[in-house]
């Protein structure tokens, strides 16, 4: 089965006997919903039941339905819910700030808002109810806002088509270095050129029927619309969701349904990988690793590779963006990364996806291409590139190059065709790469959760160390930077005590504020 109307696709994949089993660390966000597992059927009655209280709450075909809330699947099933009835969902993560929320509100002009009570009374502290649509409460009631009980039993209208090319959903980008962008992809890009590529069952890495899928994600971003789509219609034995970022809460549904293939954020690999110790670790059934969204360190990596129980088990790393889905991928093994720890520093993230992708390596001022081996702005072609950015038409148009999308990177492009990234533009400096630096720190300071390079400009790049303790041995770090250029003295923090995005990716501009009272960096932003 092949995934294209995702207002209907709970509804098709019941019809055609589906028994994926889906099961949740604690139920959804919606106040009628107490269970921890559903089969596709059930699943498909919460759809309609939500395009029902949608169309009661006022919105209809063609308007923008805004989706706020914590994190969870129920994110997909809800917007699946606005599709079906005709809206576009727009889905932002209540991991903002308040500010960046508000602007992103305004310029959705969202027919309804979607979202929690505890959700609600934040956006009415921080925005002022006279700066919120009209909205639905999931749960509970609050002043001047819809509750469940007003639309609940409201019949489904039935589903509306969409042109292909028509926009589907919108999606955000990370944050990391300020105001997201809202990103409009349409049936066409997201479905048709990226779903459906992963509904083959590729050698090795397929999904087969008898798999269990445990995906660990940021549930309001793109990549999990689109996996909703290819992995329910791979029909895995099981489906398994974790909302948690702590190991401990975790660690209960992992033993329950032991993964086959583990999808996850980078950041919750990390929180996850005291688990890998333990003599019953719940990766040993693991085939496949997946990670997405954010640089992979080797020794995160490796832990798990080595907590697999099986002989050859594959971690598969995808680098890409909002705008474009996956751009590249790469393979690691035992082997492959134990030879990166003989040579760390280097941060390859593989080819570009055969038949999908293009990418070039051009100079910042001039866009003229740069031979291979040498150092640029990555461009990249794909037919999966989206449609637009929300309210921001001309900063939309200033990255596009024709039929190039330049991605804000720069990199590599090595002589076998691989890509090698070195560093986002805005968070370049002079002498070095921050992301070879993370890496090297990383292998040579065994009780460092994470490092961060930053750039501040006039100043020398600032080393922020992340222990669980938040301290640092001081002759520990003095051995690791021996060999590297001059940095500036490191700080070390917890994890708690670094910003972060919904995706637990660092927030660089809002870190280097936190820290040096300044958010300007040695690169320009130019294409952030």
Known sequence: MKPHDMGVLFDECAERGVHTRVFLDRPFDIGTEEATSYAVPQLAALVRRAAGWFAAAGAGPGDRVALVKPNHWDYDVLACAAVRMGAVPAQLSDQLPAESLGVLLRRLEPALLVTTAAVWE??????????????????????????????EGAQAPAPHRRHDDEPLVVNHTSGTTGVPKLVTHSTRTIIGKLARFETVRYPRIGVRRDDTLVNANSFAHGRTFCWTASALCLGPAE???????????ADPVLRAHPPTVMEALPASYVRFRPLTERLDNPFRRV??????????????????????GLRSPLWMQGWGQTETGPLT????????????????GSRGVGWPVPGKTRLRVVDPDTFRPVGRG??????????????????????????????????GDLGVLRRDG??????????????????????????????????????PSGRLPLPVVVTADGALDRAE??????????????VALTWEEVPRTGTGKVRRTALLRQLTGSARTVGTGRWT
Do not use: M
Not at 287 to 308: C, E, G, K, N, Q
Not at 392 to 407: P, Q, S, V, Y
Not at 431 to 438: D, F, M, N, V, Y
């Open 418 to 455: 691989s890509v090698e990234l070195l560093d986002r533009e805005v968070d370049r400096t002079a002498r070095l790469s921050c992301l070879r630096t993370e890496d090297l720190l990383e292998e040579r300071l065994p009780r460092a959760t994470e490092c961060v390079l930053l750039s």
């Open 374 to 407: 040498r150092p640029g702005l990555v461009l990249a072609r794909t037919a999966a590139c989206a449609a637009g950015y929300v309210g921001e038409d001309e900063r939309w148009a200033a990255k596009r190059h024709g039929a190039w999308w330049n991605t």
């Open 239 to 249: 489906i398994a969701i974790l909302t948690a970022r702590d190991a401990d809460a």
């Open 122 to 151: 934040g956006l009415r502290a921080s925005l002022g109810p006279e700066g919120l649509p009209r909205t639905l409460l999931l749960d509970g009631s609050g002043p001047g806002a819809l509750s469940l009980a007003d639309v």
């Open 477 to 490: 770090w003095e051995r690791a930077v021996a060999d590297l250029p001059p940095l500036a003295d490191p």
């Open 329 to 344: 991928f790469r393979f690691h093994t035992r082997s492959s990364v134990a030879a990166d720890r003989r040579a760390p």
């Open 287 to 308: 085939r496949l690793f997946i990670s997405t969204y954010d640089a992979i360190h080797p020794p995160v990596v490796r832990s798990y590779l080595a907590a697999s």
